[in-house]
């Protein structure tokens, strides 16, 4: 468990100080530290010279939180007479780290001329916690990729059908040119039923970072995206008799 936010009283009424101690109680992540050395934050008598004198003895100004008002010049935590218990609670919530935030979800674009075959890759791929988008032409997946969407990885057939103006290795070419200059550019993969080594030269000539051949090999996509820093995540538990 991580270490709690000790703080520490200075000054303050005996029936402030019991008031503390109640809403500390209860809160978790917080605990009252007697040493105020050890402590990482006071909560000080705004109203009491001695008090404030000690603080800014102890050089902890910015991080007290100072009951009542006017607290000294440059205090970047206060709370108002008389003291609040809902008040409080919020003022030392307010004091606690807060945890990061999660990363946004990897992207992915799929393109492919046929709307079954990319279907069945949104079902592979959906339990790795890609946000996916599709396209069902080479014309589609240029629009895509030129708007807001940033994508990690686009998966590319080479037959495209006659819908689209290029096919998957000229399109992977079209991608490589436009993306990079990007830090990180998309990881490009082709999807193809051709798995011949010629096709497979084709495509790494054509900028691709992975050939994956059809029918979809389970193991070879679930390699290529550890290799890329994705987690499957967990599978929902069966419901018995479901």
Known sequence: MPEPLRLALVGLSDTERQLVHGVVARLPGVALEPDLDRAAWLVADAEH?????????AEKLKRTLWVGTPPPMGSVAVVDRPLDAAALR????????????????????????????LRFLETRLQRWGLQLDSALSSNRAIELMAGEAAYDFVFIDVELGPQSTLDGFALA?????????????????MVSAHASPAHRARGQLAGCDAYLAKPLAEVELQRLLLRHGLKPRAAAPSVPGG
């Open 173 to 189: 070419q079209h991608i490589r040119r436009q993306h990079r200059r990007e830090p990180v550019p998309p990881v490009l993969v």
């Open 49 to 57: 010279t001695p008090s404030v004198k000690l603080v800014l003895a």
């Open 90 to 117: 919020g003022a030392l919530q307010a004091l606690l780290p807060r945890p990061p935030a999660p990363p946004p979800p990897r992207r992915a674009l799929l393109v492919d001329d046929s709307a079954i075959a």
